[in-house]
């Protein structure tokens, strides 16, 4: 992204501004010097942000059912998603190993489905955490708070 004389202009705030969602101030989020960028989308979270926030919102629910022993566990699931066919913010943020690691992330939540319990769910937050070190380590903070109190 050019920064500097084109900081004025609204829709390059907004466009700042997702993109510092995710980098949650860490620079190595933002695009490097990549000449192609995504289309600008100033007035709508791309489709893997917004999938990430909502499987952040089922770890939330487990961690509590696992936390405080709820049988309801044994019910719980997480939403099966493959993120390989998601549009992101930025296509930097496709990095290499970005499959592999969809994929490694699928066979935790396929494992978590299969067996709901504490060691599963962990398995989940993992597969989060290595993702996200390669592809965008801002959320790496919100992540770490969906580990199991021990
Ligand atoms: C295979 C890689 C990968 C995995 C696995 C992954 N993420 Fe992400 N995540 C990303 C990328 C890339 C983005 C940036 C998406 C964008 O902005 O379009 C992102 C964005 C996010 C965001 C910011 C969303 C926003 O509102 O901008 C959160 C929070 C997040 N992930 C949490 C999680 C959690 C929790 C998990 C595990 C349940 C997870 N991620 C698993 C790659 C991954």
Avoid at 138 to 149: D, M, N, S, T, Y
Wanted: proline content about 7%; glycine content about 6%; some cysteine.
């Amino acid at each position: 992204m050019t920064r500097g004389p084109l900081l004025g202009s609204g829709w390059l705030i907004v466009a700042a501004v997702l993109m510092a969602q995710c980098a949650g101030g860490d620079a190595s989020c933002e695009p490097q010097s990549t000449p192609r960028l995504a289309p600008a989308q100033p007035n709508r979270t791309s489709e893997l942000a917004e999938s990430m926030r909502m499987l952040d919102a089922e770890l939330l629910g487990v961690k509590t059912l696992v936390e405080n022993s709820d049988p309801a566990l044994q019910e719980a699931q997480f939403t099966d998603i493959d993120f390989t066919q998601l549009a992101p913010t930025d296509s930097s943020m496709l990095v290499e190993g970005f499959t592999a690691l969809s994929k490694a992330f699928a066979h935790h939540v396929a494992a978590f489905n299969a067996a709901p319990s504490s060691e599963t769910y962990s398995a989940v937050v993992g597969g989060c955490e290595a993702c996200h070190m390669k592809a965008c380590p801002g959320p790496l903070e919100r992540i770490a708070k969906r580990h199991l109190a021990d």
